[in-house]
C-alpha cells in the first residue's frame, strides 16, 4: 500500500533535473537515495560507488595509494559526468559539496539536498564501519565531530535541508525529502508555473 507522499510524488511527475544528496557519512544518502528515486522513478547513482567501478579499487584503496586530491579530483569529474545525464537520485561522498567548483556545477545543473544528521545519529551509524578512510584515527568519534564542525558551513549552502530523525524510517526520510523537493519552484515535470 503506498503512502499519501508516494501517491503525490509519483502524480507530479519525475524531476527535470538531479537531485544530489549531500551530507556527513553516516546521514543516509545511499539509503535514503535508494528509496528516493524508487519514490520519484528515477535512476540512482552513486558517486562513490561510480568512482570505485572506474577505478577498479575501493575508496579506502584510493585514498591510501592516490591520496586525498587525487580522490577529490576524480570524484568532480564523476560528479560532472553524472549531472550531464538524465535526472536521477545523485548521493554524493561526504566531502564532495566542500568543492566550491562542485558546489557551482550542482546549482547549475541539478538540486542539492543536505540530509542533516547530529553527531550522535551520525555516531550511532558509522562506528561499526570500518570502510571510512577518514576516520581511521585514534579517536575516530573526535574526528567526526571535527569534519561535521568544519564541513558544516558548506552544508548549510544546500539549496534544500531535511533533518534526519533516530526513528525515522529509511522510506518516511525519502517522503520527508520529496515533501521539502516540492518548494523547488518547476522541478517536477508537469507542475505548472505560476
Known amino acids: 500500500m503506498r ?21 556527513m557519512m553516516g546521514s543516509g544518502k545511499t539509503a535514503v537515495g535508494t528509496a528516493l528515486a524508487k519514490l520519484l522513478d528515477v535512476p540512482f547513482l552513486d558517486s562513490d560507488h561510480e568512482i570505485e567501478r572506474a577505478a ?6 584510493i585514498f591510501a595509494r592516490d591520496g586525498e586530491p587525487f580522490f577529490r579530483a576524480r570524484e568532480s569529474e564523476v560528479l560532472e559526468r553524472l549531472l550531464s545525464g538524465p535526472p536521477g537520485v545523485i548521493s554524493t561522498g561526504g566531502g564532495a559539496f566542500l568543492s566550491e567548483a562542485n558546489r557551482a556545477l550542482i546549482a547549475r545543473l541539478g538540486v542539492s539536498v543536505w540530509l542533516k544528521a547530529d553527531l550522535d545519529l551520525l555516531w550511532q551509524r558509522v562506528r561499526h ?12 568519534k573526535q574526528t567526526l565531530a571535527d569534519l561535521l564542525a568544519k564541513r558544516m558551513p558548506h552544508y548549510e549552502m544546500a539549496q534544500v535541508a531535511v533533518e ?9 526520510m525519502a517522503e520527508k525529502v520529496v515533501a521539502h523537493l516540492r518548494a523547488v519552484d518547476g522541478l517536477f515535470e508537469g507542475e505548472k508555473d505560476a
Open 129 to 140: 564501519k570500518d570502510t571510512r578512510p577518514l576516520l581511521r584515527t585514534p579517536n575516530p
Open 164 to 172: 534526519a530523525e533516530p526513528g525515522l524510517s529509511i522510506q518516511d
Open 56 to 61: 577498479q579499487m575501493s575508496v579506502s584503496e
Open 3 to 23: 503512502s499519501s507522499l508516494e501517491q503525490e510524488a509519483r502524480k507530479e511527475g519525475r524531476p527535470n533535473r538531479s537531485i544530489v544528496l549531500v551530507g
